[in-house]
């Protein structure tokens, strides 16, 4: 089975759980701090830089925003957590909706769990982390922004990411740069071999 990924559309937005769409299509969703690349990367996979919103300011994608893949898969863009300027209540709205997205019961077929690769490790990255693990969901860890080092650099970085995470053996590791599209491709059959083999 293959995927075409340019193939990807917007399906629709999402600001309570009810709302989710419930269409039985293997879903995929992007976590991870805010202004980490989750939009960009969708973007990125579907070659398309005008399917989700980027900004410079984080905190843009502020509801569940969802898309569809070739009529096979869907991925959902979730909130980032941790973005600082938001205000106390708006945090908790984004941060109850990511939670309540795990925890709803909702079938996850893959997590793709993105850290920015120039980062040090944060407390939600960890407790992201750990959430999984202990939920059971499958992930993939997503190293972004990798353009904005030399490779050697990301090779140590990942090094010393995977000390200090607890990741999964089973999770693949990708290192991606969805300005330069470097590692796309990779991580796009990745996609697809975990959807169709699961
Ligand atoms: N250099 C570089 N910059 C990137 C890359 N991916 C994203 N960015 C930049 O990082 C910023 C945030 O990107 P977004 O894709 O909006 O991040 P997000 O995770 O969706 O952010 P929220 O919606 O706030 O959660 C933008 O300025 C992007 O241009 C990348 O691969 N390389
Ligand atoms: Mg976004």
Redesign the pocket.
């Known amino acids: 089975m293959e995927i075409n990924y340019r193939k990807t559309k917007f399906l629709k937005v999402a600001a309570k759980l009810d709302q989710c769409p419930d269409s039985g299509l293997p879903e995929v969703v992007l976590s991870?701090k805010?202004?980490?690349?989750?939009?960009?990367l969708i973007n990125a996979i579907a070659d398309n830089k005008k399917l989700a919103r980027?900004?410079?300011s984080?905190?843009?994608?502020r509801e569940v925003v969802y898309f569809e893949t070739d009529g096979k898969l869907l991925f959902a863009?979730l909130?980032?957590f941790g973005?600082a300027k938001a205000s106390k209540a708006e945090k908790e709205r984004f941060s109850k909706l990511c939670d309540d997205y795990f925890r709803s019961g909702r079938k996850i077929t893959l997590v793709l769990n993105l850290i920015d690769i120039r980062h040090k490790p944060s407390d939600n990255d960890k407790a992201m982390i750990e959430f999984l693990n202990n939920a059971g969901i499958p992930y993939f860890v997503v190293f972004?922004?990798c353009?904005?080092m030399s490779k050697m650099q990301v090779g140590k970085q990942i090094k010393m990411m995977s000390e200090e995470f607890d990741f999964s053996p089973d999770a693949s590791v990708f290192a991606?740069?969805?300005?330069k599209k470097a590692g796309i491709a990779e991580l796009c059959d990745a996609i697809t071999d975990f959807v169709f083999l699961t």
Not at 34 to 40: E, F, I, L, P, R
Not at 58 to 61: A, D, I, L, Q, S
Not at 176 to 179: I, P, R, W
Request: charged letters at 25%; zero cysteines; aromatic letters at 4%.
């Open positions: 991870g805010s202004n980490v690349g989750k939009s960009s980027v900004s410079q984080p905190g843009k994608t863009d909130p980032g973005y972004t922004k353009d904005k991606v740069s969805s300005d």
